[in-house]
C-alpha cells in the first residue's frame, strides 16, 4: 500500500530574484500538476523580510514513486536559478 505524502521545499531567494523566482515555480507547477499523482501545492512567502527562507512549498503526491516519477520526466526551472532550494518528502506524524 502505497501511502500519500507532502513535499516541503524551503527557499532561500534574494529579493532581486523573487520575481524570476515566482515566474519559473509558476512555470515548474503548470508542468508538475499535470503528472500522475500530484494532488495540490500552495507557495507560502514570508512575513518577515529577513527570514532566510522567503518561500515555502508545500505540495501533496499519491505516493514517493509519483513525485520521483514526474521529477523524472520534467526538471524543475527552480534548480536553474541562484537561489537555494531544500526539497524533501515527509508523511504526517501527528495531526490534530
Known amino acids: 500500500m502505497t501511502t500519500s505524502v507532502v513535499l516541503i521545499n524551503v527557499f532561500a531567494v534574494s529579493s532581486e530574484?523573487?520575481?524570476?523566482?515566482?515566474?519559473?515555480?509558476?512555470?515548474?507547477?503548470e508542468?508538475?500538476?499535470q503528472a500522475s499523482?500530484?494532488?495540490?501545492?500552495?507557495l507560502h512567502r514570508s512575513l518577515d523580510p529577513n527570514?532566510?527562507?522567503?518561500?515555502i512549498n508545500i505540495a501533496h503526491w499519491e505516493?514517493?514513486?509519483a513525485y520521483h516519477a514526474a521529477?523524472?520526466?520534467?526538471e524543475p526551472g527552480e534548480k536553474h536559478l541562484p537561489i537555494e532550494a531544500n526539497p524533501a518528502l515527509y508523511t504526517v506524524e501527528i495531526a490534530y
Not at 530574484?17 to 507547477?29: A, I, Y
Not at 527570514?51 to 518561500?55: G, L, P, Y
Not at 521529477?71 to 520534467?74: G, I, S, T
Open 17 to 29: 530574484m523573487e520575481e524570476e523566482f515566482l515566474k519559473t515555480w509558476n512555470q515548474t507547477c
Open 31 to 33: 508542468h508538475l500538476r
Open 37 to 42: 499523482g500530484f494532488i495540490d501545492t500552495t
Open 51 to 55: 527570514a532566510k527562507f522567503q518561500f
Open 63 to 65: 505516493s514517493p514513486e
Open 71 to 74: 521529477l523524472a520526466q520534467y
